[in-house]
T-cell receptor
Framework: NAGVMQNPRHLVRRRGQEARLRCSPM?????VYWYRQLPEEGLKFMVY????????ESGMPKERFSAEFPKEGPSILRIQQVVRGDSAAYFC????????????FGSGTRLTVV | AQSVAQPEDQVNVAEGNPLTVKCTYS??????LFWYVQYPNRGLQFLLK??????LVKGSYGFEAEFNKSQTSFHLKKPSALVSDSALYFC???????????????FGTGTLLAVQP
């Protein structure tokens, strides 16, 4: 019973390149959440998705960031034209549909922009 | 808006001593509260949650938390700390802005627990 799988674990991109972060939720989980962790800033919510739907993207920067959770395949967090300030750990979590469950987190993708 | 506050950036405790990591919350309605732990270079791991019922909630690794409605607190406790408990601890509250239909969690800024041998 695999947990939440994120890949890659580490990603290095040059400024201006695109970064694609993948998240496969736990089996049976239909809700996916993306969080960003910056040093000294804790865990910040970015986006909440269900299959083929974005439920809440209130934490997503207005430009360059997008997320999807297609009917088939993993959820993708895409960052276009990366800048140094995008360097962070990005965590994906999943949950079943019931509202009072907590999350299961992946191990994260550490993005470094050089 | 729902929020949680962790007033201490770091808590230091000697091994064998009791530990407390503080968390206060602000919600409109009944709170759904959680504690998670993060070890270095890892994702967050679930420790315990309060949904309803007994105010004292027991969780993983010997941790427990006490829900106090009058003080709007949900402090994490352990009777006897271990060096291996050293990690970053996050308190979280479920966001109720969608009328209960969401499972979005709002996290505190984290408290680093350092247990000295």
């Amino acid at each position: 019973n695999a947990g939440v799988m994120q890949n890659p674990r580490h990603l290095v991109r040059r400024r201006g390149q695109e970064a694609r972060l993948r998240c496969s939720p736990m089996k049976g989980h239909s809700h996916v959440y993306w969080y960003r962790q910056l040093p000294e800033e804790g865990l910040k919510f970015m986006v909440y998705l269900q299959k083929e739907n974005i439920i809440d993207e209130s934490g997503m920067p207005k430009e360059r960031f997008s997320a999807e959770f297609p009917k088939e395949g993993p959820s993708i967090l895409r960052i276009q034209q990366v800048v140094r300030g995008d360097s962070a750990a990005y965590f994906c979590a999943s949950s079943p549909g019931a509202a009072n469950y907590g999350y299961t987190f992946g191990s994260g993708t550490r993005l470094t922009v050089v | 808006a729902q929020s949680v506050a962790q007033p201490e950036d770091q808590v230091n405790v000697a091994e064998g001593n009791p530990l407390t990591v503080k968390c206060t919350y602000s919600v409109s309605g009944n709170p759904y509260l959680f504690w998670y732990v993060q070890y270095p270079n890892r994702g967050l791991q679930f420790l315990l949650k309060y949904i309803t019922g007994d105010n004292l909630v027991k969780g993983s690794y010997g941790f427990e938390a006490e829900f106090n409605k009058s003080q709007t607190s949900f402090h994490l406790k352990k009777p006897s700390a271990l060096v291996s408990d050293s990690a970053l601890y996050f308190c979280a509250v479920r966001d109720l802005n969608y009328g209960g239909a969401t499972n979005k969690l709002i996290f505190g800024t984290g408290t680093l627990l350092a247990v000295q041998p």
